[in-house]
């Protein structure tokens, strides 16, 4: 399965508008909330790397906190939207912008190079997504911090039985290896937790931290321009379910936080 192709402004400009609604927006903070505590303190751990950064979320808040940040994405009209969402921002000069493919990080960086590696919703457009993370991790310093997040099989599951009643559907779910994506209709890959895992621990990660990501919230009928005190609350009661097993497992999403381990030879999987 190839990535899916987003090449077309038309493409790009309909997923930056997904993330401006409520299920993108909560994707997005949640997902940046959980990693943030994780973020290195030493002033000199400051390089980070957004793989397949998108619109630039992720990057803005890194540079704003002062790190150096690589904005990798093989889409030039994402990269473009992400240029405009940098100089909105205090931090555009400490944003860089690379436009290749994440199959190509073992050639543009040297070993050991980032403190800081974020890596969302990449990896199910991928037709292989384990020899990716075996460059993320090749590019990784000893300790250093990345961030993942991709799809949670049983959540596709929970939303076709929910969303659709269409029993079949979350009955084939619940071995499929991809479902239908609902923005783009193409296929996307879904994983289960315990193949994240797994996924990881081969290219040498540590997994430090688990979360669920949109836990409940794609089940009601909330308004997308959402905000105040009506946004914190459905936040706050996302982000607390996440961080429990129990809730996590049924989640839309799956983010797992890892580091390198002192151990890891930072060498891509077999293929």
């Not at 936040?235 to 999403?253: H, N, V, W």
Request: with cysteine; charged share 25%.
């Amino acid at each position: 399965m190839r990535r899916l192709d987003t090449t077309r402004f038309q493409s790009a400009a309909k997923y930056a508008s997904y993330l401006k609604t409520l299920a993108g927006r909560l994707r997005s903070e949640l997902a940046w909330e959980n990693l943030r505590c994780f973020l290195p303190q030493d002033a000199a751990a400051r390089r980070a790397l957004d793989v397949g950064g998108g619109a630039g979320f992720a990057s803005v808040q890194l540079a704003e906190m002062g790190f150096e940040v690589v904005l990798l994405d093989s889409c030039e009209e994402m990269l473009g939207i992400a240029r405009q969402q940098a100089e909105a921002s205090s931090a555009t000069g400490r944003i860089s912008f690379c436009h290749a493919d994440a199959e190509r990080l073992h050639e543009l960086f040297t070993a050991g190079y980032f403190d800081v590696v974020v890596c969302h919703n990449l990896l199910e457009y991928l037709e292989n997504p384990h020899i990716v993370v075996g460059h993320i991790a090749r590019v990784m310093r000893e300790n250093a911090v990345v961030s993942v997040l991709l799809r949670n099989r049983a959540g596709e599951v929970l939303r076709a039985a929910i969303n659709s009643a269409d029993c079949k559907l979350a009955a084939a779910n619940l071995s499929a290896g991809t479902v239908t994506d609902s923005l783009f209709g193409q296929p996307v890959r879904v994983f289960a937790p315990e193949d994240v895992r797994s996924m990881l621990a081969r290219a040498g990660l540590r997994i430090v931290a688990e979360h669920g990501v949109r836990v409940f919230s794609d089940y009601l009928d909330l308004p997308d321009d959402l905000t105040g005190e009506a946004y914190r609350q459905v936040f706050e009661l996302e982000r607390t379910l996440g961080a429990q097993p129990q809730f996590a497992a049924i989640a839309r999403y799956t983010q797992v936080i890892a580091r390198r381990s002192s151990t890891s030879s930072g060498q891509e999987p077999a293929r």
